[in-house]
């Protein structure tokens, strides 16, 4: 399978736990995004890399949330301290980069893992 | 913030009859997206029309889009009980990276 993949796909902790997330997106894409989903909503982004670098987090992205790509091919979303409030699906996407043909790639979505914050 | 409206939230239709979802967005864009996601495969992409294209199609599918009434809409044709899952438009922003905004999704429902 080359799609991308999430892992775990279930997480359930307690609150004020440290959870971890991993996302190995497709392997020649050059572009992960991070996005969230509650339920009965759209995903909303979080944050975004080309290739090892962060690029940009969104404001939802709170001091208790950090994301790594450190090789530029798998991704880590770490939060800290978890709140019930974060309890939520996770999604990772991957997508190629822009060319001269092509100004605009649809994304990949792994998945997802699912968070409960008991 | 979510800055994608669909309408209707919640759609049910018999199957083989046609289906018809509705987007609007707040920004100027170059492309559209429409994904679906249902709990079997995730969210996957469907269809993607550019600014300067009206019309689409893909199989089923056909998306318009209005950029200056900033709507788009999806229809699927001789719907499918394969086709009961959520369908969400999606846009990038005109500069920047490829970071999508959602819409708040339809729920087709398909009856056997």
Same mark, same amino acid.
């Given at each position: 399978?080359?799609?991308?993949?999430?892992?775990?796909?279930?997480?359930?902790?307690?609150?004020?736990?440290?959870?971890?997330?991993?996302?190995?997106?497709?392997?020649?894409?050059?572009?992960?995004?991070?996005?969230?989903?509650?339920?009965?909503?759209?995903?909303?982004?979080?944050?975004?890399?080309?290739?090892?670098?962060?690029?940009?987090? !969104?404001?939802?992205?709170?001091? %208790?949330? =950090?994301? @790594?790509?450190?090789? &530029?091919?798998?991704?880590? #979303?770490?939060?800290?301290?978890?709140?019930?409030?974060?309890?939520?699906?996770?999604?990772?996407?991957?997508? !190629?980069?822009?060319?001269?043909? %092509?100004? =605009?790639? @649809?994304?990949?979505? &792994?998945?997802?893992?699912? #968070?409960?914050?008991? | 913030?979510?800055?994608?409206?669909?309408?209707?939230?919640?759609?049910?239709?018999?199957?083989?009859?046609?289906?018809?979802?509705?987007?609007?967005?707040?920004?100027?864009?170059?492309?559209?997206?429409?994904?679906?996601?249902?709990?079997?495969?995730?969210?996957?992409?469907?269809?993607?029309?550019?600014?300067?294209?009206?019309?689409?199609?893909?199989?089923?599918?056909?998306?318009?889009?209005?950029?200056?009434?900033?709507?788009?809409?999806?229809?699927?044709?001789?719907?499918?009980?394969?086709?009961?899952?959520?369908?969400?438009?999606?846009?990038?922003?005109?500069?920047?990276?490829?970071?999508?905004?959602?819409?708040?999704?339809?729920?087709?429902?398909?009856?056997?």
């Amino acid at each position: 399978d080359t799609g991308v993949s999430q892992d775990p796909r279930h997480k359930i902790t307690k609150r004020g736990q440290n959870v971890t997330f991993r996302c190995d997106p497709i392997s020649e894409h050059n572009r992960l995004y991070w996005y969230r989903q509650t339920l009965g909503q759209g995903p909303e982004f979080l944050t975004y890399f080309q290739n090892e670098a962060q690029l940009e987090k !969104s404001r939802l992205l709170s001091d %208790r949330f =950090s994301a @790594e790509r450190p090789k &530029g091919s798998f991704s880590t #979303l770490e939060i800290q301290r978890t709140e019930q409030g974060d309890s939520a699906m996770y999604l990772c996407a991957s997508s !190629s980069p822009r060319t001269l043909q %092509r100004d =605009s790639y @649809e994304q990949y979505f &792994g998945p997802g893992t699912r #968070l409960t914050v008991t | 913030s979510q800055q994608g409206e669909e309408d209707p939230q919640a759609l049910s239709i018999q199957e083989g009859e046609n289906a018809t979802m509705n987007c609007s967005y707040k920004t100027s864009i170059n492309n559209l997206q429409w994904y679906r996601q249902n709990s079997g495969r995730g969210l996957v992409h469907l269809i993607l029309i550019r600014s300067n294209e009206r019309e689409k199609h893909s199989g089923r599918l056909r998306v318009t889009l209005d950029t200056s009434k900033k709507s788009s809409s999806l229809l699927i044709t001789a719907s499918r009980a394969a086709d009961t899952a959520s369908y969400f438009c999606a846009y990038p922003p005109l500069f920047g990276n490829e970071k999508l905004t959602f819409g708040t999704g339809t729920r087709l429902t398909i009856i056997p």
